[in-house]
């Protein structure tokens, strides 16, 4: 299988192929900085998956060993390497796929760091589109 993605301006473009070793919802607080989202969903991959076809992500050291890939020009947040704790391989936000509904999680991870209030998220009132 294959999929692409892109960040939200369209400098950043990339290709996976395979299937990821798994997929999942994460909680940690660096995660949620990084994103300024309660929580990020991720595929990890075997790094030999991820070829970059346009343009360049910005890599930083996010804390330790852990680097965080994104665009520099609209901050889209799309890679995640840790060869310490996970040689060979790296995540990919899966809300940058072309079809993020292709990976769903399977898994929820960092759950001792999730936000009490996402708890009950699901229970709150919903809308289909802005509420009148």
């Known amino acids: 299988m294959s999929y692409s993605g892109q960040c ?3 400098a950043i473009r990339y290709q996976l192929s395979g299937e990821p070793k798994v997929v999942a919802l994460c909680h940690c ?3 949620r900085r990084s994103a300024g989202a309660p929580v990020v969903a ?3 991959f075997h790094e030999t998956a991820l070829v970059v076809i346009q343009g360049q ?8 060993s852990a680097m965080r890939s994104f665009c520099a020009d609209c901050g889209s947040g ?7 704790i996970l040689p060979g391989l790296v995540d990919v936000q899966t809300a940058t796929l072309d079809d993020p509904e292709a990976l769903p999680p399977s898994v929820q991870i960092q759950m001792a760091e999730r ?3 996402m708890r009950d998220a ?6 289909e ?3 009148s």
């Open 8 to 10: 939200l301006c369209g």
């Open 29 to 31: 607080g660096d995660c």
């Open 42 to 44: 991720w595929a990890m």
């Open 57 to 64: 992500p910005k890599t930083i050291n996010s804390s330790g």
């Open 78 to 84: 799309l890679f995640y390497r840790n060869e310490a």
């Open 115 to 117: 936000l009490k209030w």
């Open 122 to 127: 699901h229970a709150l009132p919903g809308f």
């Open 129 to 131: 589109r802005f509420p």
